[in-house]
Nanobody, 127 residues
Framework: QVQLVEPGGRLVQVGGSLRLSCAASGRTFSTNAMGWFRQAPGKERDFVAA????????YYADSVKGRFTISRDNGKNTVYLQMNNLKPEDTAVYYCAARSRIKYGSTSSNIDEYDYWGQGTQVTVSS
């Protein structure tokens, strides 16, 4: 069993930066690949970034490549998403997710491969 907790929503101006965090409970965090997804109003939940179990490999959606960085601290059971140069189209609810079915998993953009989800945190980028 994995529980993922994300702190509350944030409002940031265009061009600004924000770091999201996701704290995980459970002893399997260090062997789980993790991901971030986002969902804008009226749209499907989309892949943003993924990181493998050790943090040695990352993968990004084209829309955020070069602006967002995913990282993890297995000692703190936490995964992060550093977001720079934010744009209005980045406004969405952001969800962290864990792939617990595969130990020592690699990165994945496939939403169906993630079986635990955080409650989501609202990010609003205003101009």
């Amino acid at each position: 069993q994995v529980q993922l907790v994300e702190p509350g929503g944030r409002l940031v101006q265009v061009g600004g930066s924000l770091r999201l965090s996701c704290a995980a409970s459970g002893r399997t965090f260090s062997t789980n690949a993790m991901g971030w997804f986002r969902q804008a109003p009226g749209k499907e939940r989309d892949f943003v970034a993924a990181i493998n179990w050790s943090g040695s490999s990352t993968y990004y959606a084209d829309s955020v490549k070069g602006r967002f960085t995913i990282s993890r601290d297995n000692g703190k059971n936490t995964v992060y998403l550093q977001m720079n140069n934010l744009k209005p189209e980045d406004t969405a609810v952001y969800y962290c997710a864990a792939r617990s079915r595969i130990k020592y998993g690699s990165t994945s953009s496939n939403i169906d491969e993630y079986d635990y989800w955080g409650q989501g945190t609202q990010v609003t980028v205003s101009s």
